[in-house]
């Protein structure tokens, strides 16, 4: 029988209302107890969490695992780590992989080589076959298969018809559409905001009316079928008003934000010097926005008008971004260093404690429904519920340094940054998979 027991620790967990002193029993992977002062059992791991918060595993809506098909660039195993070295116990991995995940068999295989990693890996299907946009995947066999969302990230769902009939396919399945909001015809291949920056820069520009015309087309074919419509990486401040507008109208309509959305702003791409940086691990997609951009997505997380901070995280190799801007990938490895990201809004004033752990752990789930069958208890810490814990740090004062990380992906505009927050030690499915203060 395998124990361990969290003790001396701050434990806050949202979805119970917990915030105060008191340690985690966890036996064979779940729960056990949660209590002031427990004993401990015989044999039992000791996990000591003194100064440290408590907190339910992490849960990412939106990683890109690469893996089949790009392993240079990331594996499920590699990602799996990396997400432990977070704190995130539980990621939902996007379909852009090469063959895209579109059928019950693909997604299958993922599930058997996401066995025995280091957090619990949720297939995202693709909507249409090959991620073409042109005929749509069995959807139902996808959610059959394992899957808790669709999408075509990396790509909107473009053509209008097909959206519509995802979404009414989707009205019976009980998932959702997780949307990668651009419109092509508006964003024109732009590779950065279109705004000042990429105007100094010479760069194509991407305006916000791109993200903000396919949220309006999605709430409409949402609301039309029945549907729920997720937003993707939201970026811009119109976009976020009308998923506030459509949720006040009681429509089921989810978001997320990434880390380096509440963070970083388009300048960052130009550099802080004279002379003109171009950095092309700055390059993601939805671009870096203004700063009143930024402002808005925190107010909105903050507001809960956001669900979930997303990392996004996308891994490249050194050589998809050592090259002129345009011909660059787009996308930031994020998943190591979303803690600290995060934490610098609570340090900052902006978001409390308990609801930065909230839109983290708790937040995903429900956006989602993810705490169904052995997953039930999901997010929290309640007895019975996995065994999925983070220890962190709020205070403690962290470097961003890619080249030390578990992932593939070194690919993040932060590196140097530092960072108030870390995380001390990741608990997935009751095995200790991260203990950072061994490092």
Avoid at 153 to 168: I, K, Y
Avoid at 272 to 301: G, M, W
Avoid at 363 to 378: E, T
Wanted: proline content about 4%; some cysteine; charged content about 20%.
């Amino acid at each position: 029988m395998n124990r361990i027991l969290v003790y001396g620790g701050h434990v806050i967990d949202p979805a119970s209302g917990i915030d105060e002193r008191l340690d985690v029993l966890v036996v064979d992977g779940r729960i056990a107890e949660v209590g002031a002062d427990l004993a401990a059992p015989e044999g039992a791991d000791l996990l000591a969490a003194s100064g440290l918060v408590v907190a339910p595993g992490f849960v990412d809506l939106h990683t890109h695992l690469r893996e089949p098909g790009q392993e240079h660039k990331e594996t499920i195993a590699s990602g799996a780590r990396a997400a432990a070295r977070g704190g995130f116990t539980t990621i939902c991995a996007m379909p852009n992989t090469e063959p895209a995940l579109d059928s019950a068999a693909i997604i299958d295989g993922m599930l058997q080589r996401a066995q025995d990693v280091d957090c619990r890996v949720l297939p995202i299907g693709a909507v249409s076959k090959a991620r073409a946009g042109k005929e749509l995947t069995e959807l139902s066999a996808l959610r059959d298969a394992g899957a808790v969302a669709v999408s075509d990230d990396g790509d909107a769902v473009a053509d209008t018809s097909l959206a519509r009939r995802a979404f009414e396919y989707l009205a019976d399945l009980d998932i959702p559409l997780a949307e990668h909001c651009e419109d092509p015809a508006i964003a024109q291949g732009g590779v950065m905001h279109d705004g000042a920056v990429s105007a100094r820069l010479g760069l194509r520009g991407q305006p916000a009316a791109a993200e903000l015309s396919i949220v309006q087309r999605d709430i409409a074919l949402a609301e039309a079928a029945g549907a729920q419509f997720h937003a993707c990486h939201i970026s811009t401040e119109p976009s976020l008003q009308a998923i506030a507008d459509a949720r006040a109208r009681g429509l089921h309509v989810t978001a997320e934000v990434t880390p380096h959305h509440l963070y970083l702003t388009h300048d960052v791409v130009a550099g802080s010097s004279d002379e003109l940086l171009y950095d092309t691990n700055a390059k993601v997609n939805p671009p870096l926005r203004t700063d009143s951009d930024v402002q808005a997505c925190i107010d909105a997380l903050a507001g809960g008008v956001v669900d979930a901070v997303a990392t996004d995280h996308a891994p490249h190799a050194a050589i998809d971004k050592q090259c002129e801007f345009d011909a660059a990938a787009f996308g930031i490895s994020g998943l190591e260093s979303a803690w600290g990201v995060v934490n610098s809004l609570v340090i900052a004033g902006r978001l409390t404690l308990s609801d930065a752990i909230e839109r983290l752990t708790i937040g995903p789930v429900r956006a989602w429904n993810l705490d169904q069958g052995a997953l039930i208890g999901l997010g929290t810490l309640q007895v019975g519920a996995p065994a999925d814990l983070t220890l962190l740090s709020t205070d403690a004062v962290s470097r961003v340094q890619p080249a030390s990380w578990a992932s593939k992906g070194k690919n993040t505009p932060l590196d140097g940054h530092s960072l108030i927050g870390l995380v001390a030690a990741t608990i997935s499915q009751g095995r200790i998979v991260w203990d950072g203060r061994e490092q």
